[in-house]
């Protein structure tokens, strides 16, 4: 056993304020959980508006789930990655990541809609059509049996890695035991392979098979390079947020800032290169069982959406985001993260409602209803993570090294 | 008295990164211009102190990076669908998808090229010669010692007084650095 503890937080950093007063920010959990369940409960509505509403909500919501889940799953991954690489600069931005990613086990429960419209979502493969040997040949994976397992499985690996990655780092805000750091940054690297897989496996079950017929071996990767990024700019927002509330003043500073909005510039150009490599391979093979899935997306008035993702998405960002003065000025840092968010909604609608509305986008109230209720439900649970635990890692043996943190 | 071609400027000698950071703060609050430090290793905060300003090099990166980007593209809009044009399976002699990668990898070189060069435009290298040569503990400035020089073009520049300055400050072996 080690005899030496990391010091308590007023020994370590006087005067810092990581706990909040009792009732802290308890009006804005309460506002979004109240927004959560009201906007929730006006699109369960929509499953009594007949058929073809009761149908678009569930792809609505498939859409705002892939959007909330991946904002747990970016977390999860933010989380591994800064113990992987023992990170110091990250360590009071961290405690957000944890309590984000303790939102998981509410996602499992949230998954429940998509559970009970999962013959209306994927009938293309759920009740395939008499003599599809396409289908048949896929019939040992997409199956609603082995489907179900799987989600099982995801779940019980992220609940288990986000709780234990969040429980180890709040008991050491008690005992300050730095064997704890190096436990955590053991255990990151076996997690984020589990990560990696069921994350790849979960966005096909979820988002590829959609279309079954379809395949792309650069989904996973494109669907993570959208969680991780929506992550980022979440807990760009979420530091900017505790901030204006008046918590964190003293620690989160322009240079950890600085460093969100190169993570936030990194993973923009990453998602834009996978998502154009997955485009050109794709292009250039020209097999119509890979071409259909972009053939659809260029129908009509979806390719304007893809005209977007390329000038929103990327473009526009590139440019902006790579400023050093944008990064660390919060305002504009800001903006960039929110540009982020609503274009990896469009993402999303991009990837989920062609199967719905082939020919041409459609938006319907349901596409608002869900995500508000979604996203806002995710941010009040957080917020209420957030009012359960201090402000940062109190007793993390980086944390002076956090606090202390420049840029060159 | 102020300016005078045959001296570089007054150069001294620091033993600490603390008492270097000191000096070059306040040699620069005191209104010098032409500060300069000459360390083993670089310094944190020691461009912050002497109150140097972001580096220009990122105008000219991008500048050479949408150079490169230009180029790339003429490049093979003329050898693909002009000079030479070739049907490869099907796709059109100039297709702006297959042009993606070698625009960027043009793009990544010239933007490279930019880089390196800029800092040795910006820095005035290759330079064979460095009146700071002449300094007695200029060795040192590899070794163990920081060294502040506050140059004879600088306006405020008085060969006695801003010795005189450094001595204050700390500095050791201050001494009029010639040409």
């Known amino acids: ?408 | 008295m102020s300016h005078d071609k045959r001296y570089f400027g007054v150069v001294a000698e620091f033993e600490t990164t603390g008492a270097i950071l000191d000096a070059a703060t306040k040699a620069t609050a005191e209104g010098y211009t032409k500060v300069d430090a000459h360390t083993p290793f670089p310094v944190h905060g020691l461009e912050r102190a002497l109150k140097q300003g972001p580096s220009h090099v990122g105008w000219i990166v991008a500048a050479c990076g949408l150079l490169g980007i230009v180029l790339g593209q003429l490049m093979m809009w003329w050898m693909n669908g002009v000079d030479y044009p070739i049907v490869v399976s099907g796709k059109p002699p100039y297709a702006w998808q297959s042009t993606i990668p070698i625009t960027f990898e043009c793009m990544v070189l010239l933007a490279a090229f930019g880089a390196v060069f800029g800092m040795f435009g910006l820095n005035r290298l290759p330079r064979l010669y460095h009146p700071i040569f002449k300094y007695s503990q200029v060795h040192r400035a590899t070794d163990d010692r920081f060294l502040l020089s506050i140059e004879a073009t600088d306006p405020r520049f008085d060969q006695v007084k801003t010795a005189e300055f450094l001595r204050r400050l700390g500095g050791h072996h201050v001494e009029l650095v010639e040409e």
């Open chain 1, 1 to 408: 056993m080690s005899s030496t503890t990391v010091p308590p937080i007023d020994v370590v950093a006087p005067g810092l304020q990581t706990r909040l007063p009792g009732g802290a920010l308890a009006g804005p959990a309460r506002a979004c959980l109240l927004t959560g369940a009201v906007a929730l409960g006006a699109s369960l509505v929509g499953l009594a508006l007949g058929p073809e509403t009761r149908k678009q909500f569930f792809f609505s919501y498939l859409t705002a789930y892939g959007f909330a889940l991946g904002l747990c799953l970016g977390a999860l991954f933010f989380v591994m990655l800064q113990h992987i690489y023992r990170a110091g600069w990250s360590v009071i931005v961290r405690r957000s990541a944890e309590n984000l990613m303790g939102v998981m086990p509410y996602m499992a429960v949230l998954f429940l809609p998509i559970a009970l419209g999962f013959e209306t979502l994927y009938h293309h493969w759920v009740h395939p059509i008499e003599g599809d040997a396409v289908i048949a040949g896929k019939r040992g994976y997409l199956n609603p049996t082995f489907f179900f397992v799987r989600i099982g499985i995801y779940f019980v690996i992220w609940i288990g890695l986000a709780s234990w990655f969040r429980r180890t780092s709040l008991s050491q805000d008690q005992n300050g035991d730095p064997q704890l750091t190096l436990k955590m940054s053991r255990r990151a690297a076996p997690g984020i392979l589990l990560f990696a897989l069921t994350t790849t496996f979960a966005s096909i079950d979820l988002f590829m098979s959609l279309d079954p017929h379809w395949f792309s071996t650069m989904w996973g990767v494109y669907m993570f390079a959208g969680y991780v990024l929506s992550t980022i700019a979440v807990l760009t927002l979420a530091c900017l947020f505790l901030q204006r509330q008046g918590y964190l003043r003293d620690a989160v500073n322009s240079e950890h800032y600085h460093d969100l909005g190169k993570l936030l510039f990194a993973f923009t150009v990453f998602w834009a290169y996978i998502t154009f490599s997955q485009y050109m391979l794709i292009w250039y093979a020209n097999l119509p069982e890979e071409t259909s899935w972009f053939a659809e997306r260029k129908s009509g008035a979806w390719y304007l959406v893809g005209q977007i993702l390329i000038v929103g998405h990327f473009l526009v960002p590139f440019a902006f985001l790579m400023s050093r003065h944008v990064k660390r000025t919060r305002p504009l840092l800001a903006l960039g993260a929110v540009l982020m968010l609503v274009m990896h909604q469009i993402d999303l609608h991009w990837i989920v409602m062609p199967a719905l509305h082939g020919h041409s986008p459609h938006l319907h109230w349901l596409d608002a209803t869900t995500f508000v209720g979604l996203l806002a439900l995710v941010f009040g649970l957080f917020l209420n993570n957030v009012r359960s635990t201090p402000l940062l890692p109190e007793r993390d043996p980086r944390l002076v090294e956090s606090l202390q943190f420049h840029n060159i």
